[in-house]
Nanobody, 116 residues
């Protein structure tokens, strides 16, 4: 299973970015997916997750600003990030929970930098 994340970059506070994570080698439609982030000097934290059925959960810090979605036909999970804040600066990682293999997989990470 491989996960290829993209879409990170530099954006001003208040701006928007959309991250994408394309999966291969997995039965994507039956697996839950998530986005995590890790800021410098901090632990990796859950940002948002989406179940195989489309149910979503968000960290309190991003609720109402971020939206996770999935396109099973493209085996891709997205993270739409709006109203970005400097504290959103981090490396963002996608994660896939492979039900058939009984383990999770991580993407390589994509850097999001929000300037004030």
């Amino acid at each position: 299973v491989q996960l290829q994340a993209s879409g990170g970059g530099l954006v001003q506070a208040g701006g928007s970015l959309t991250l994408s994570c394309a999966a291969s080698g997995s039965t994507f439609n039956i697996n839950g997916c998530a986005w995590y982030r890790q800021a410098p000097g901090k632990q990796r934290e859950l940002v948002a997750r989406i179940s195989s059925g489309g149910s979503t959960n968000y960290a309190d810090s991003v609720e109402g600003r971020f939206a996770i979605s999935r396109d099973n036909a493209k085996s891709t999970v997205y993270l739409q990030m709006n109203s970005l804040k400097p504290e959103d600066t981090a490396v963002y990682y996608c994660y896939l929970d492979d039900e058939l293999r009984g383990r999770g997989y991580w993407g390589q990470g994509t850097l999001v930098t929000v300037s004030s």
